[in-house]
């Protein structure tokens, strides 16, 4: 049969102005959803790797609620 294959993602940090967003696993720089500014993934903060596509949505869900914000500042 097929084989399926998923995309994985990363969660970085933007250095700029702290919005969390997903990338490719591949890409170098991004731009940010919330302030506009264009980063260079080496200066954001890793947050996840090697996330599946299907769980990216869930996981930056929760990391935006007031817990998920507790999690990220230790």
């Avoid at 998923?6 to 967003?21: A, D, H, K």
């Avoid at 890409?27 to 506009?36: D, I, P, R």
Wanted: net charge positive; aromatic share 8%.
């Amino acid at each position: 049969m097929y084989e399926v294959i998923t995309m994985l993602y990363s969660i970085v940090m933007c250095p700029y102005c702290g919005e969390i967003r997903a990338i490719k696993e591949n890409q170098k720089s991004a731009l940010c959803y919330k302030c506009g500014r264009r980063f260079k993934i080496s200066n954001a903060r890793l947050i996840m790797q090697s996330i599946p596509s299907d769980k990216v949505v869930e996981i930056i869900k929760y990391l935006k609620t007031s817990k998920g914000r507790k999690l990220l500042q230790t």
